[in-house]
């Protein structure tokens, strides 16, 4: 929290107006302030803290004003600075509530992980006081990374006995002569690499807990490093045919060991979740800057509910929990390689039929969106076009391609700034053209972007869907905002939705 102005003293008549309390209850409310064990912080409507209870007082170890005039930035943690402001900011242009996590220093030098929440109090239906507390969540966090150690610890200590186990299992299997036998071995050496992989995702798990998952970036064969992840894939799969549908050549820098870990999790999940199919399809193509990989199993396929949360941790869908073993962990780790590339994810399936799965990745790290039109009506780029006519109350939004955390974030604040240029209140966003979708951008549509577009005036959104199921989840999540105060219809028809849009009668 950033506290940008003066510093206003503590004023108890101040406080006593914005809470409306007669005298009686506003003293017992601040010894009750002054009493909880927790800090409990009050700022004006633009941001600056103007009241910090005796908790905080004691844990900071200087008065009040002082703290009041140093600003929070004093005593929080300097790498989780940025975001704590970030989203104080936010909170602030949204007047939603604000929850963040930081590291808080302490009048003994040390410091406490807390929780910080604040809410907006309004007086007559204007914003008037946040009222926030900050609770200490050093044990959970020291429980978390003892929890984190130990897997990482047992799983370094079993990976050990396994090596052994393995290598003597190969020496067997070259030296059995008996057919039973072998096959018995065989079978072992499967269920070795399971149990490898299993480790091997627990480790990789504890390493992202403790943010130690570094990449090696090197430049490599792209093409040959997806060769190796379908031979691997292939020679522990008899039934499939893992077939590379495109062949490409292209050289890539990034962690070359990462990747193909994400590929073969990609293929060994095509094949575990499609028992009675006997082929899987491997494609790649360039489009945009971007190099997408594709795996398309003709398998179980997922419901459309479970589709936005397979890549959280320890997610699985519930037709695979009891029929297929494994952790819930290969696509969570996946998603935190991509992302790490700068890169996205995203599934199209039909239940029952199989399932693709994408990850994208751009070429060249963090090239710029550059317009090929840009007036104050019109824009356009390769991932958006806005129009903005001035004989029409409606803002035509329409876009294009692959969409990531970067083109959604680029394009959502150029709809608002074209928005708020032509002021009116209707906005046609058509998504027929976009082609797989970002996987974390509705959740930043949802609580920055809605709000800030209803701020500038927005009453009437028709959402044109992709054909994209996953991204049609993601629009929907978007507007999955329980305070919106604008009415968002979807449609698959581009003609319905201008209907509706013209012919709303304001009023
Ligand atoms: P695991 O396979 O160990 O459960 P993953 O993180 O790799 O863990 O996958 C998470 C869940 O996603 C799986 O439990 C399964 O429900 C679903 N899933 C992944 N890949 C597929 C696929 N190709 N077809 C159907 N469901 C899949």
Redesign the pocket.
Known sequence: MKNTGKATSHDQENLKNDFSFNEGDHLSSLSLLNALPQQVWTAGSDGKIDYVNDTICRDFGYPQALIIESGWEAFVHPEDITESIERWQEALNTEKEYVTEFRLRFTDGQYYWHLARAVLVKRTGKPSIWVGTNTNIQSHKDIESRKDEFISIASHELKTPLTSIRAYNQVMLRKASDGTIKDYLLRTQGQLARLEKLIKDLLDVSKINAGKMSLNLENFNFSEMLRDAISAAQSVSTKHKIILTDELNLEFTGDHYRLEQVVQ?FLS??V??SPEADRVLVSTNIKDGNVIVSVT?F????ERSHLGR?FDRY???DN??SRFD???????ISAEIIKRHGGSFWIESELGKG?T?FFKLPLEADHPIQPEIKTKINYKDRYLSISCPQDDDIMYVEWTGHQDMRSVKHGGALMIEYFKANPRSKVFNDNRLVLGTWSEASDWAAEVWLPLMELAGLKYLAWIFSASAFSQLSAQKSVDNEEKTSEILFFYQADEALTWLRNINQK
């Open positions: 999790n999940n095509a575990k979740y199993d398998g179980i396929g997922i397979l997610y699985r869908a695979s929990s494994g952790l819930g962990l290969g696509l969570f399932a799965f």
